[in-house]
């Protein structure tokens, strides 16, 4: 789908670099946070997820961190690779299931 | 295992027909979400479903959007009738439980 708007902030970064995104949720009562990655033309998917008792969660290549303090995200991307390519959203649970996402995030990988 | 699926991929409309989206969610999941995606609001939440049961369509724009679970493998999202500012595109997601929610592929609407 046209997902990504004209105006989404852009992180360029070099293949085999490190990459990290940020996000500032809104709901300090929220104890559930997503992250999920958008290529063109295709629905959001799910890459990590991180709860409130947390502040730090790996999984293959990506880390989250959880700074309750300032209500900040971050998403890790290790050794970024020209198909991490792709508008990244995160995402805060309101209430038993409904999520509420950011803006998103685009980041473009130059070989 | 074939995702959430939905139907048309594309729909170009003209302003005041009525429009209906399509969705199969992912066999078992008992979670349906319809959220709309624009440049100038993002990804939205529109209403879901818990087993077939709307549970909160707060975000339902206007009374000209209506959503159906009839059974748990089938939703609509008609707008009806439909304006060039519903141009968008309308996610389906489906999910079980509390667990992640699975987008579908989006279908991109066009209202003239």
């Not at chain 1, 008792?53 to 959880?66: I, Y």
């Not at chain 2, 709309?36 to 209403?47: A, F, H, K, P």
Request: aromatic letters at 10%; a neutral charge; charged letters at 20%.
């Amino acid at each position: 789908g046209e997902s990504v708007g004209l105006h989404l902030p852009t992180l360029s970064v070099q293949e085999g670099d490190n990459s990290i995104i940020n996000c500032a949720y809104s709901n300090s009562a929220s104890d559930y946070f997503i992250w999920y990655k958008q290529e063109s033309g295709k629905g959001p998917q799910f890459i990590i997820d991180i709860r409130s008792n947390m502040d730090k969660r790996q999984g293959q290549r990506v880390t989250v961190l959880l700074n309750k303090t300032v209500k900040h995200l971050s998403l890790q991307i290790a050794a970024t690779q020209p198909g991490d390519s792709a508008v990244y959203f995160c995402a805060e649970k309101e209430g038993f299931q409904k999520l509420v996402f950011g803006t998103g995030t685009r980041l473009l990988v130059s070989p | 295992d074939a995702g959430v699926i939905q139907s048309p991929r594309h729909e170009v409309t003209e302003m005041g027909q009525e429009v209906t989206l399509r969705c199969k969610p992912i066999s078992g999941h008992d979670y349906l979400f319809w959220y709309r995606q624009t440049m100038m609001r993002g990804l939205e939440l529109l209403i879901y479903f818990n087993n077939n049961v709307p549970i909160d369509d707060s975000g339902m724009p206007e009374d000209r959007f209506s959503a159906k679970m009839p059974n748990a493998s089938f939703s609509t999202l008609k707008i009806q009738p439909s304006e060039p500012r519903d141009s968008a595109v309308y996610f389906c997601a489906s999910s079980l439980s509390r667990n992640e929610q699975f987008f579908g592929p989006g279908t991109r609407l066009t209202v003239l």
